[in-house]
């Protein structure tokens, strides 16, 4: 399952480790983001709970940008 | 603006003037300090609350830790001297937060600048309901639904005409205003302006499946795909900062301890607030966000002349083309027949043409179209009887009571009527009347008008190594590539050859430089794949031709290859030239910080000055360079 979620995040670098530790939680597959469309998409793993795993990224992504946010879906 | 940067505006003005009224305003001792320290909190809270979050999450030595350091220190040295100068703390506070305002701005203006090119898709349509107009979400119209396009708007929904007749501008997915008319039963693309009088289309495909929906996405995908550049830059970063961090411990510990050992002095102060100007310096944001934003832009520049570019990375490739390889036929040529000239024996070019054209008329051969275009007037139709169609050899029928056949040498050979020998350079329809031969039409594929113009720019751009790749037979192909001015022409090519052919051309490139191939998409693609970029023209309406290219050119014209070789290789001179400055300014401010020189406030003129002017410099790659 793939989704794609409008992100805010200020800083280019900050962006590109939070995604890389977004790919650390657990459920995720893959995450890429792109900075320039302020945009997250998250390839889920099978029969991982989406909310649940969406949660866990804002929470690692907070602690390498406290500014970080994720909106609800894009697509 | 956005609500943040609002907040953070209003909080730079007010720490202002409170900053300004204190300095006018003499107060002493602890009033002093507590209205300081108040103007002071206003203006950097937030930072003093990231870099106490930032030391929890493992994060020491980021921005916010050291202008919190800096500043707090700054506050020590004033209360410990007692001079009563708190300015220094709450100016470099004042200065950081301005400068990152700056920033965001900077940033998010370009962002949106290059977001609103791509506005070419309205969110509503009409639906007649009732009897009136009213409207509608396009994403929730159902396939088949009829909308009301009016005058001067914009088509959301790729479907038929079902009513009426209008011309329509489609530069926005080509680049070209060139309308096109069109009328019940026409198809008609998402995206075009509707410049005529207002039209009832018939949905045939769902609002995220048209078109521009299509093209929206591919764009803003595209910038997703990254470059060399960027991956370098995101590497860079990775093992820059902590290199930075230890230079700039070195730089706050090693002198000091040197001058205490050696020379009885303890400057800690110094050498901590030079160590902490370093770090604000190297802050590698002006390159990790300048960089994205020149490939974003040059994507975005492109798609508004019709180019798309699927990826930052094909940007890359297409600015170190070495060669470039075409498909022949509806990519250097139009693709279409016409007849060229007429020979008669025996008889007079008139009867010649009535009679090929009369049995003829109801083939859908391309070649039996470009006869029956080529001869105006129109013959009694009623009078052909008995038509014949060989394959592969052409038509024999009765017209006028008069037996004929039309097709090739294959045809003559088989009905035993001899043909005169002519060079088999052009395609020739022979013509027989009653038995005997009465002359030979000559077709030909006419090249494309900018096709020369095209070859002539690209060997001008450098690009000297051209190839034509085509199944056509070797005598035409090779009077084509002439007149052209293509070098290499591999002809007589099965489709399966075509990519043995290509990697021929690919392993004679230099290793430094790319193979370009054009083709029309549909039929190329394997070719396409196999090339290091491959370029899909005319493909206004194909989606397949969009599937399989790297670049595709939304209409047929030659001469936007050029283009997108001469955007991409703006944008990669962009990308080199906000490197080369942006790093040189930063290695020179830091060499001054640590000898002093910089003080906090150029330091953060290095981070920010210089990423907003790299900023400022990548939004050049939006406009396509004019040739």
């Known amino acids: ?75 | 603006m956005n609500r943040k940067q609002k907040k953070i505006l209003t909080r730079i003005i007010i720490s202002l003037c409170l900053t300004i009224v204190l300095n006018i305003v003499k107060t002493y001792g602890v009033l002093r300090f507590a209205l300081f320290l108040l103007t002071y909190l206003v203006i950097g809270y937030d930072i003093l609350r990231k870099a106490l979050r930032g030391i929890i999450n493992g994060r020491v030595f980021d921005e916010n830790f050291l202008m919190a350091i800096a500043t707090v220190g700054a506050f020590g040295l004033a209360v410990y001297s007692g001079s009563g100068d708190y300015n220094e703390a709450v100016a470099v506070m004042l200065f950081y937060q301005t400068g990152e305002l700056f920033q965001s701005c900077a940033v998010g203006k370009s962002r949106k600048n290059i977001a609103s090119l791509m506005d070419i898709r309205p969110d509503s349509v009409h639906i007649e309901k009732d009897g009136s107009l009213v409207c509608a979400e396009a994403s929730t119209i159902e396939i088949g639904t009829v909308i009301t396009v009016k005058p001067g708007e914009k088509i959301a929904i790729d479907g038929v005409v079902e009513e009426g007749e209008s011309s329509l501008d489609t530069k926005a997915l080509t680049g070209e205003a060139m309308p096109v008319w069109v009328k019940a039963g026409d198809e008609a693309l998402s995206g075009c302006i509707n410049i005529g009088s207002a039209l009832k289309i018939r949905t045939t495909k769902r609002f995220e499946d048209s078109t521009v929906s299509k093209i929206l996405e591919l764009v803003e995908n595209a910038s997703g795909r990254k470059s060399r550049a960027e991956k370098f830059i995101s590497k860079f970063s990775m093992v820059y900062t902590p290199t930075v961090c230890i230079l700039a411990l070195c730089l706050a510990v090693f002198p000091p301890l040197f001058m205490w050992v050696f020379m009885g002095v303890a400057p800690w102060s110094v050498w901590l607030y030079r160590a902490l100007t370093f770090l604000v310096i190297s802050c590698p944001c002006a390159l990790v966000i300048s960089i994205p934003l020149s490939f974003f832009a040059s994507i975005g520049g492109a798609s508004r002349e019709g180019i798309l570019i699927k990826g930052s990375n094909y940007i890359e490739s297409l600015s170190r083309v070495g060669s470039v390889a075409f498909d022949k036929t509806g990519t250097l040529t139009k693709g279409e027949f016409a007849v060229k000239d007429t020979v008669p024996y025996n008889t007079d070019k008139d009867r010649l043409m009535y009679f090929a054209s009369m049995a003829e008329f109801s083939s859908t051969h391309p070649i039996a179209v470009s006869i029956l275009k080529a001869y105006s007037k129109k013959g009694d139709i009623s009078n052909v009887k008995i038509i014949e169609e060989h394959g592969g050899m052409g038509v024999t029928a009765v017209v006028d009571e008069t037996p004929c056949a039309v097709g090739n040498a294959k045809l003559m050979e088989k009905l035993g009527i001899e043909i005169p020998d002519i060079s088999p350079s052009l395609a020739a329809v022979h013509v027989a009347i009653g038995g005997e031969y009465a002359g030979y039409i000559l077709i030909a594929d006419e090249i494309k008008e900018n096709a020369i113009s095209m070859v002539s720019a690209l060997s001008k751009l450098g690009i000297k190594k051209t190839a034509m790749l085509t199944g056509d037979n070797r005598k035409t192909a090779e009077e084509i590539a002439k007149k052209l001015g293509i070098d290499t022409v591999i002809s007589e090519l099965l489709p399966s050859g075509k990519v043995e052919a290509l990697e021929k051309i690919m392993k004679s490139t230099p290793k430094n430089k790319t193979t370009v191939y054009a083709g029309d998409g549909i039929n190329d693609a394997p070719v396409l794949a196999r090339s290091d970029v491959g370029i899909a023209m005319g493909a206004l309406g194909s989606d397949s031709a969009i599937e399989a290219a790297d670049i595709v050119i939304m209409d047929d014209d030659p001469k936007k290859i050029v283009k997108a070789i001469c955007i991409a290789r703006k944008c990669m001179n962009i990308v080199r030239q906000n490197i080369v400055f942006s790093l040189f300014i930063k290695f020179s401010c830091l060499a001054l910080a640590s000898v002093g020189i910089a003080d906090m406030r150029l330091g953060i003129f290095a981070d920010v000055g210089v990423m907003v002017i790299a900023v400022l410099n990548s939004m050049r790659a939006l406009k396509a360079t004019r040739d």
Request: aromatic share 6%; charged share 30%; glycine share 2%.
């Open chain 1, 1 to 75: 399952m793939e989704k794609t979620y409008k992100i805010e995040v200020d800083c280019a670098s900050c962006a590109n480790l939070c995604e890389q530790a977004a790919k650390k939680v657990d459920g995720v597959c893959d995450v890429r983001i792109n900075f320039m469309m302020q945009k997250m998409t998250v390839v889920f793993e099978d029969g991982a709970n989406e909310d649940k795993v969406v949660k866990a990224i804002l929470k690692a992504c907070t602690k390498v940008e406290s500014d970080f946010e994720i909106y609800a879906e894009a697509l």
